[in-house]
């Protein structure tokens, strides 16, 4: 940048929306830091109980100052263009964000990866699941308006609405009441790697953490098995699969 560049005054317009760019940036990774240090001083559950104050809060001040400043309206707390969109195109949009998520979760695997190699890339990897498989439980509970323990039927919804639902096809098979075989038929990454002739990508470490955080957070009674995951052989008609339980009480 021009070392006579002193202020935000000083910018050019191309580098005045830089700088909006960047700070909204700088407020996602804020937020993320926040929760991130609450959980560290209190515990997980009453972080995410913060969470459903700070965000409520953060997102009326946010969307007050941006449907302002940008000129939309906001009803019943949503962006009016986002309610004016046909329904498919908001379909579209969820594929988009979902795409985009799972592309970023790629670029930090593999910027590990190149600074430091595969064994602390996967490590990283598999702890920042940890947290985000339970989170993302709790994130849809909410949004769902699940009970506290809704059981196996619950774990069936909440799965429809991960992030990977959107990218990915995925189907449930129903064994009883209390049990259900879930299978990943087509993984995005997966998949990229076999029409590039590689070798599936070994996620099963990965894959017991995420599947059994992220069922204990729909219930905490479900336990989780996996029946089949990479490095694991596996048919074509899915790359992973894993069973939910919830175990009968005598």
Known sequence: MDIDIQGIEDLGHEDLARLILDMLHRTVVHHTLWFREV??????????????TAYRGSYDAQMKRLSRDLGFEMKEGIPAPLLDM??????????????????????????????????????????????FSPFEAWSIKQFLGLAERPGI??????????????????????????????QMNDCRVQSARKRRGLDDYPCKSVGLVEYGRFA?????????????????????????SWRFTIPRED
Request: aromatic share 10%.
């Open 216 to 240: 204990e957070g729909i219930d905490a009674r479900i336990q989780t098995e996996c029946v089949g995951c990479p490095p694991d052989p596996h048919p074509d008609e899915w790359f992973c």
């Open 39 to 52: 959980e560290h001083q209190m515990g997980f559950e009453k972080a995410l109980e913060i969470m459903k």
């Open 86 to 131: 046909p329904k498919e195109k908001l379909v579209e949009l969820v594929g988009s964000l979902g795409a985009n998520w799972i592309a970023g979760d790629g670029i930090w695997f593999q910027a590990v990866e190149a600074a430091y190699g595969m064994n602390d890339a996967k490590r990283c990897n598999d702890s920042c699941w940890t947290r």
């Open 153 to 182: 039927e619950g774990l069936k919804r909440a799965l429809k609405f991960r992030m990977y639902a959107s990218v990915n096809i995925q189907s449930v098979i129903d064994e009883g009441p209390n049990s259900i075989v879930f």
